[in-house]
Each structure stands twice: as structure tokens, then as C-alpha cells.
């Protein structure tokens, strides 16, 4: 009996469980680009790489979307240490390569990637003429829309692709994030309340008067 109970409960708790990961499921299968960044992140040995909000961006009120940046963490979750490491962003439709930085530094000036470490990844998009931090959204849509992030660590190289269904979708996350109405903070309100005003001179109904006619002479005399 004891035996039974067990493997009743171990079978109850497994259809918790799995009860409790279908609306993640459902999301991986509508979202197949969030199950590969989800697995990439649970890796548990070598480098595993975390992309959330892996692109850094600006707006102003009712203004235009800058995108500053592309950004991720990483973690040697290996027990050795990497002594080399390099890279760079790809754009998958003009070719054009943008260098990384690793904790804001240059790769080939660190020393490498010590064993259990989490660093930052970075890099910039700059338009040459303009004073505004990042690319118009516009622009990065047209010419980065789809690219590669490619990083060598010790002469092999680890590719990650980011399509544009994937870009599109952050880019619309963080307009919908950031528009006036998300971030009106709820305040308290009073009650409408309907007065009831008081009639003016205009509005009062008065009783018709009787106009006597008028009396030329003495008045006369009562007998």
C-alpha cells in the first residue's frame, strides 16, 4: 500500500508539472526563436549566451526608435580558461562587419575568459553624420533587419543568427514598452457627480396678472 501511494503521488506531481509547462510550450511552439535563446542560455557547458533584450534602444515621447546597440551576456560555464578570444556583428544583407567589445574593451587587448566568468558583449551602431546615439529605425531595419554575431574563442567560431521576424518583434516590444500610454501612471480620479442647479429669474413661471384699466378723476365718494 505504502508502495502505491508513492507512485500515485510521484505520478500526481508529474501531471502538475506538466500541466504547469503547457502555456511555455505553446509559446516556445508560436515563438521557436525564444526556445533557442532559452536553450542557449541553459547551457551548462562552454559558453552559454543570454540574449534578452539584446538590442539597446531610445525613443523620446511620440519620437522615432534609435537602436544604440546590440548586447548579450556570456558565461564560461567550462572549468578552463580561453586566452583568445575576438569577434564581430555581420549584417546578413550589405556585408558590413562591425568589430565587439568585451566589458567595454577591445577582445584581443583582455586576457581571455577565465573560467566560471559572465561578461558583457557589445556593439555599437553609429550613423557617421548624425548627433543622435544609434541608428533611426528606419535605417537599422533596412541594412540590419538580419545578421550574424560571430565569436572566435581560441581559433573556433560560434555563430548565432538573428532573422527578421526576431528583430522586428524586439523592436515592436519596445515601442509598445515605451508609448505614452504604458507609461501613464494610474492616478485616483474623482466622481462625476450631476449638481442640480437652481432656476434663474428667467426660468420661474409666474401667475398671469390682471391689468385693471386705468381711472381718470376724483375717486368717488362712498355714500
Not at 81 to 93: T, V
Not at 163 to 174: I, L, Q
Not at 196 to 208: G, K, L, Y
Amino acid at each position: 500500500m505504502p508502495e502505491l501511494l508513492s507512485i500515485l503521488g510521484t505520478s500526481l506531481k508529474a501531471l502538475v508539472a506538466g500541466w504547469k509547462a503547457i502555456p511555455r510550450v505553446r509559446a516556445w511552439i508560436r515563438d521557436p526563436h525564444h526556445l533557442r535563446r532559452t536553450l542557449e542560455q541553459k547551457k551548462f557547458w562552454g559558453l552559454s549566451w543570454d540574449f534578452r533584450g539584446f538590442l539597446g534602444m531610445h525613443c523620446s515621447s511620440y519620437g522615432p526608435i534609435y537602436v544604440s546597440c546590440f548586447q548579450a551576456a556570456c558565461t564560461n560555464k567550462s572549468k578552463r580558461n580561453f586566452a583568445n578570444i575576438d569577434g564581430y556583428l555581420i549584417s546578413n544583407i550589405t556585408g558590413e562587419k562591425l568589430a565587439l567589445t568585451v566589458e567595454d574593451w577591445d577582445p584581443k587587448e583582455t586576457n581571455g575568459i577565465p573560467a566560471g566568468c559572465t561578461f558583457p558583449v557589445r556593439v555599437l551602431f553609429r550613423h557617421p553624420t548624425s548627433v543622435i546615439e544609434g541608428l533611426h529605425e528606419d535605417e537599422f531595419m533596412a541594412n540590419w533587419s538580419r545578421f550574424t554575431l560571430v565569436f572566435e574563442v581560441d581559433g573556433k567560431l560560434c555563430k548565432f543568427r538573428f532573422g527578421k521576424r526576431e528583430v522586428a518583434k524586439s523592436v515592436s516590444r519596445f515601442r509598445g514598452e515605451n508609448s505614452p500610454a504604458a507609461n501613464r501612471a494610474p492616478t485616483v480620479t474623482k466622481k462625476v457627480q450631476c449638481e442640480q442647479s437652481s432656476p434663474s429669474n428667467a426660468d420661474v413661471v409666474r401667475p398671469p396678472v390682471d391689468i385693471l384699466p386705468a381711472h381718470s378723476g376724483p375717486p368717488e365718494e362712498s355714500a
